[in-house]
Nanobody, 116 residues
Framework: QVQLVERGGGLVQPGGSLRLSCVASGFSFDRAHIGWFRQAPGKEREGVVCNSASDDSTYAADSVTGRFTISRDNAKNTMYLQMNSLKPDDTAVYYC?????????WGQGTQVTVSS
């Protein structure tokens, strides 16, 4: 059974940092393309950062470039999202994502709120 279990959301002040983690099981994580998405109230889900398993290349949306970093630990079947210099506009539910053998898997989502 495929599972993606997220941890690490919460309330943080503007300018602060937060790290999300997502533990995968049920598929070959080291061969999966991975990513983080977010959905703010009243908005569509958008891609934030992603990482390719084939060449380890990384893409980040313009809105988070230089602030958010995706990483993976294949030995632990875990992906991370390090978020620095957080802004109120970063408030959203964050979802981890994995794409493997033409199938897409999603985490349950974790709320990140940036507010003073």
């Amino acid at each position: 059974q495929v599972q993606l279990v997220e941890r690490g959301g919460g309330l943080v002040q503007p300018g602060g940092s937060l790290r999300l983690s997502c533990v995968a099981s049920g598929f070959s994580f080291d061969r999966a393309h991975i990513g983080w998405f977010r959905q703010a109230p009243g908005k569509e889900r958008e891609g934030v950062v992603c990482n390719s398993a084939s060449d380890d290349s990384t893409y980040a949306a313009d809105s988070v470039t230089g602030r958010f970093t995706i990483s993976r630990d294949n030995a632990k079947n875990t992906m991370y999202l390090q978020m620095n210099s957080l802004k109120p506009d970063d408030t959203a539910v964050y979802y981890c994502n994995a794409f493997y053998l033409q199938a897409t898997y999603w985490g349950q989502g974790t709320q990140v709120t940036v507010s003073s």
